[in-house]
């Protein structure tokens, strides 16, 4: 019998204590971000607790009125849970469809670029829109978009009307979503350059001998020597279809563009933030929350299933 047999605990210890001696500088490296996360994102979540009660400032967590699920119940029974669930899974789908492939295809015809000066000056003049601020980003699309905005000069130097189109709500879902490729396409594909980087040289030289021609190659080579990584992603992207991020809608919405802008981000901010209802806009934030772990598990299955690519 071995000496880990006998004494099992003090084996394992012996491992973890020898492992923390042998790799203190990482350990204290990955210390900052184990705080980080405790400190803003598991303590925090105390504040669930809010859900469920008739939440004041001046009692606390603890001294507030307990209502149990009476918010949810106000939530779904409501004029506006319809409108914000739909508003923010359209979007989602919207940029799912048309957003999701756009860094994909960016990285793919980048790989293809055999001059390097140019393929460089085209990766960082893409980089540059995911650093400018959400709120410089959104003046511009207002400015750009409104009746004497660019577009509107383009349109009408065209022969067209002039359209104030922030104010009409069948062109946000458009304006949101193709402003969010722009912004954040050549950013995204940073992950989907280093994913080809690690595609086998060989397997193109073999598809080279078998006749392949340059498209032939992106289909049978390329893309799959990629696709885990596009599948860990779209896992992540799905498991975040009830999420849309507040400050940009905010920057961009109004009340007469409610119908297709407000979504359950929003609403949130205005019920917690601006009405003071905290208890609220903590029930359908965590409504929200629960959908989109939800997802995230049932998406992460079957790719598990289907593709052997998972998560955990």
């Known amino acids: 019998m071995t000496r880990s047999e006998v004494h099992p605990n003090k084996s394992f210890k012996y491992k973890v204590v020898k492992d923390w001696r042998r790799n203190k500088p990482i350990y204290f490296l990955a210390m900052f971000?184990?705080?980080?996360?405790?400190?803003?994102?598991?303590?925090?979540?105390g504040g669930i607790l809010m859900a469920f009660q008739r939440f004041k400032p001046?009692?606390?967590?603890?001294?507030?009125?307990?209502?149990?699920?009476?918010?949810?119940?106000?939530?779904f029974r409501g004029a506006y849970a319809g409108r914000v669930i739909r508003n923010t899974l359209i979007i989602n789908l919207l940029d799912l469809i048309f957003g999701f492939p756009a860094p994909i295809i960016f990285a793919l015809l980048l790989n293809e670029v055999g001059?390097?000066?140019?393929?460089?000056t085209v990766q960082t003049i893409s980089y540059l829109p995911y650093f400018i601020s959400q709120v410089?980003?959104?003046g511009i699309l207002l400015d750009f978009l409104s009746l004497n905005g660019l577009f509107n000069d383009i349109f009408t130097a065209l022969g067209m009307e002039r359209t104030a189109?922030?104010?009409?709500?069948q062109y946000f879902r458009g304006i949101y979503v193709a402003s969010g490729i722009w912004q954040f396409m050549g950013y995204g594909a940073i992950i989907y350059l280093a994913a080809l980087s690690s595609v086998d040289v060989q397997l193109y030289d073999a598809a080279v001998i078998d006749g392949c021609n340059r498209f032939q190659r992106v289909i049978h080579v390329t893309i799959p020597g990629i696709m885990p990584t596009i599948i860990i992603m779209m896992i992540l992207r799905i498991g975040?279809?009830?999420s849309v991020g507040f400050e940009k809608i905010i920057l961009l919405y109004n009340p007469s563009i409610y119908e297709t802008s407000d979504v359950i981000s929003s609403f949130v901010y205005r019920y917690?933030?601006?009405?003071?209802?905290?208890g609220y806009s903590t029930a359908v934030g965590l409504f929200n929350s629960v959908v989109n772990f939800t997802l995230l598990a049932i998406t992460n299955k079957l790719s598990?299933?289907?593709t052997e690519v998972s998560l955990w």
């Open 33 to 45: 971000g184990v705080i980080y996360y405790i400190i803003f994102h598991y303590l925090p979540m």
């Open 58 to 75: 001046n009692k606390g967590i603890f001294g507030s009125e307990w209502v149990g699920l009476q918010y949810f119940k106000d939530f």
């Open 115 to 120: 001059n390097k000066i140019f393929k460089r």
């Open 136 to 138: 410089v980003i959104c």
């Open 165 to 169: 189109f922030m104010i009409y709500p």
């Open 240 to 242: 975040s279809m009830m």
């Open 272 to 278: 917690g933030l601006l009405e003071g209802n905290y």
């Open 304 to 306: 598990e299933k289907f």
